[in-house]
């Protein structure tokens, strides 16, 4: 797992929306000018399908029309907002390695589509292993029972779920999931809130404070003067535009541009190269 600075964890289809309109930023490891200031990252930019139907009640059970989000909102499982799997291995699955186990106070373990949720309460959005997976899409459950006849149905772990179309929202109390074809964006008035896809997943607080979940990402700070790329399988490279700190003696064999990088992968390094 690559953590950067405060602000964002990069781990690395229906993939999600923004929430709220959110950019997802990032604090970056920083030298020379940059050190006191926050970096921002970049992130694909979704056009929100417009609502055209909301539906609302205490239960709410629903599936995305891929069948590959199933989310289950109120009840005992979530009172106070949304819980919500992905049916397939998102791509940053298995870096996320701090997904509290249920039952197992202490332990984590890493998040999977098998056992892995996202959720949303009043304390903000947050990941969590619960390997018992849905129960509330069997015959008859309340969970289902805001769907009309015109409403299509999907097969999911644990019965068939009534599908939230897109541009479709559903409420319980004061939590509101949006369904656009790019993925489900669940948030509450505060701010709080995360969008999901198997791609990408970003969580944010009511205090603006992001975790971004993705395979890359780049990013910037406000400057300019820090340029960095993030992937999951090669690390964080950056490049300082115009360096106050000395790097170390240019190795003999380096004909290129010294330091032309910072390189991070399981240690810190600078690089030697040419963008030619």
């Not at 690559?2 to 990069?10: D, E, F, M, P, S």
């Not at 397939?88 to 949720?117: H, I, K, M, R």
């Not at 990013?219 to 690390?235: E, H, K, L």
């Amino acid at each position: 797992m690559l953590l950067i600075g405060v602000g964002v964890r990069v781990l690395g289809t229906d993939r999600g929306p923004s929430v709220g309109n959110p950019a997802p930023s990032a604090s970056a490891s920083r030298t020379g000018s940059e050190a006191s200031a926050p970096a921002r990252t970049t992130a694909p930019q979704v056009t929100p399908t417009p609502v055209t139907r909301t539906v609302s009640g205490a239960k709410i059970g629903f599936a995305s029309p891929s069948g590959n989000i199933v989310c289950v909102m109120g009840g005992d499982r979530s009172p106070d907002g949304v819980e919500c799997h992905l049916v397939s291995e998102p791509v940053w699955a298995s870096s996320f390695t701090n997904c509290p186990t249920v039952g197992a106070p202490g332990e984590v373990t890493a998040w999977s589509a098998a056992a892995g949720s996202v959720l949303l309460t009043s304390k903000g959005p947050d990941t969590w292993c619960n390997s018992q997976g849905f129960t509330e899409f069997g015959q008859g459950s309340p969970y289902t029972s805001w769907q009309t006849s015109a409403d299509q149905t999907v097969s999911v772990p644990g019965g068939t779920a009534p599908v939230l179309g897109y541009g479709m929202a559903a409420r319980v109390g004061d939590t509101v999931c949006v369904m656009d074809s790019a993925g489900l964006t669940c948030s509450k008035p505060n701010g709080a809130g995360f969008r999901l896809s198997k791609e990408h997943l970003t969580m944010r607080k009511a205090d603006g404070t992001q975790t971004v979940a993705t395979s890359t990402a780049a990013f910037a700070s406000p400057s300019g003067n820090i340029v960095c790329y993030v992937d999951r399988q090669t690390g964080v490279t950056c490049v300082v535009i115009n360096p106050t700190y000395s790097p170390p003696p240019r190795p003999a064999d380096c004909h290129f541009d010294w330091p032309a990088r910072a390189v991070l992968t399981d240690h810190g390094s600078f690089v030697c190269a040419s963008d030619s």
